[in-house]
């Protein structure tokens, strides 16, 4: 079974400092990477992707990429009260039947305390 | 911009009643997902579709069927409804992808279904 695997948290963050998320997978094969982050009550949405090591940064977010360890990450600069929620990385299945399909961490949830 | 949406955001069905959850997109993505979320269980997937009539099985199909006869929509069935399927329901859409790349996966709002 191919896992994808996030501390659970709680990630507490005091507020105007940085979060870092982690997330390691399993299957050396796989080539996509996405965060996605879910309020409570709501539907996961895409903050987001990538598929090349090294670093992407996209506003107050930049995701890390690193293959050879298996290992992506979620930086949050200047955290906000509005960035409490949980954080789910989601990791692509490679294989020719796959039809898209992604395998998803079971999230950590980070509260950004004032 | 991006657009998936579920026929109902809140569902309360009896048991043993078949229930129908529609998804709809407007990105003119070839593949739709199905997945259901737990408290403690993550998402699990219970149907996928690639093409209009294609379907294949996730990890969790048993008591779901689903139907996909235009490409724009994706719907899940749950034939004879049970307690232990009172979930959050949640569909997504995709582009078409390779081998050894996937896209991004859009969700929508998700249906609460509640079976007494």
């Known amino acids: 079974q191919k896992e994808v695997e996030q501390n659970s948290g709680p990630l507490s963050v005091p507020e105007g400092a940085i979060a870092s998320l982690n997330c390691t997978y399993s299957?050396?094969?796989?080539?996509?990477f996405f965060w996605y982050r879910q309020y409570s009550g709501k539907s996961p949405e895409l903050i987001m992707s990538?598929?090349?090591?090294g670093d992407k940064e996209d506003g107050r977010f930049t995701a890390q990429l690193n293959k050879a360890s298996q290992y992506v990450s979620l930086l949050i600069r200047d955290s906000q009260p509005s960035d409490s929620a949980t954080y789910l990385c989601?990791?692509?299945?490679?294989?020719?039947?796959?039809?898209?399909?992604?395998?998803f961490g079971a999230g950590t949830q980070v509260v950004v305390t004032p | 911009d991006v657009k998936v949406t579920q026929s109902s955001r809140y569902l309360v069905k009896r048991t043993g009643e078949k229930v129908f959850l529609e998804c709809v997109q407007d990105?003119?993505?070839?593949?739709m997902f199905w997945y259901r979320q737990d408290p403690g269980l993550g998402l699990r997937l219970i149907y996928f579709?690639?093409?209009?009539?294609?379907?294949e099985k996730g990890d969790i199909p048993e008591g779901y069927s689903v139907s996909r006869e235009k490409k724009e929509r994706f719907s899940l069935i749950l034939e004879s409804a049970s307690t232990n399927q009172t979930s959050m329901y949640l569909c997504?859409?995709?582009?078409?992808?390779?081998?050894?790349?996937?896209?991004?996966?859009?969700f929508g709002p998700g249906t609460r279904l509640t079976v007494t």
């Open positions: 997504a859409s995709s582009r078409r992808t390779s081998r050894y790349i996937s896209y991004e996966q859009y």
């Open positions: 299957d050396r094969g796989s080539q996509s």
């Open positions: 990538i598929y090349s090591n």
């Open positions: 989601a990791v692509n299945i490679p294989t020719t039947d796959s039809w898209g399909k992604l395998q």
């Open positions: 990105m003119d993505h070839e593949n």
């Open positions: 579709s690639y093409d209009v009539k294609m379907k």
